[in-house]
């Protein structure tokens, strides 16, 4: 069975928002004005995040020993390792900070996964820049990580999403299987996206034990019964 999975960082691998957390900590007053703008829907997450990034006031070495301090599910590594046993290579696509994923894995002996994130930059004392250099060069999307352009760069003919919010519900549509947490279980609700919730990676780990063992491919996705099927 030839999958993929395609995993977020913050809010799924990570216990919360990291990004939120760093800009907490460290931005200059106005970050939350920001913000807002794009829960409103005014701008999107690219420009969002490059605005909020240029108020971080931090030095390097102060980022990195705060953000290793922050947690993960505990049971990531082992759906990592189930993944890795059934040959199924593992990618972390996320509209966060590439050097804060990378510092964390790192921290939890899962660095060799590939991490597909906006490029947080240094730009020398305690300022920094970000850059986004997998997103949608078209414009259609503002998101600074575009997971569809992403996925469809990938090899694989099957494609397991494991999100939880507003960057993965466009390549929900177009993932074969997607467990979800969080806002992305309503928004697969309310667009007839077929589904497997969790809260937890040891209950996704039972999740994809089914998936592998073909006994919970839900009913109303054909087309993946048929793929596994033949």
Do not use: Y
Request: charged fraction near 25%; hydrophobic fraction near 40%.
């Amino acid at each position: 069975m030839q999958w993929q999975a395609i995993i977020d960082f913050d809010g799924t691998i990570s216990r919360r928002d990291t990004t939120d957390s760093v800009l907490q900590r460290f931005a200059a007053p106005g970050w939350e004005e920001i913000e807002a703008e794009w829960t409103a829907g005014h701008i999107g997450s690219r420009e969002c995040m490059a605005r909020q990034v240029a108020l971080l006031r931090v030095s390097p070495d102060v980022f990195d020993t705060f953000v290793e301090s922050l947690e993960i599910d505990w049971a990531f590594a082992a759906f990592v390792h189930l993944c890795q046993h059934h040959g199924i290579p593992v990618t972390v696509v996320s509209d966060g900070l590439d050097r804060t994923i990378r510092r964390i894995m790192r921290k939890a002996g899962l660095g060799d996964l590939t991490i597909i994130a906006n490029h947080l930059e240094s730009i020398g004392g305690d300022r920094w820049r970000l850059d986004s250099p997998h997103a949608d060069p078209s414009g259609g999307c503002a998101s600074g990580t575009c997971k569809c352009r992403v996925a469809s760069n990938l090899s694989r003919p099957l494609t397991l999403l494991v999100g939880d919010g507003r960057s993965d519900f466009c390549v929900a549509a177009q993932a074969d299987m997607v467990f979800a947490k969080n806002s992305l279980v309503s928004h697969c609700r309310e667009n007839g996206i077929a589904h497997r919730p969790f809260t937890v990676f040891s209950e996704a780990i039972s999740l994809l034990e089914g998936v592998l063992a073909d006994t919970v491919v839900p009913e109303e996705h054909t087309e993946l019964k048929d793929k596994i099927d033949g």
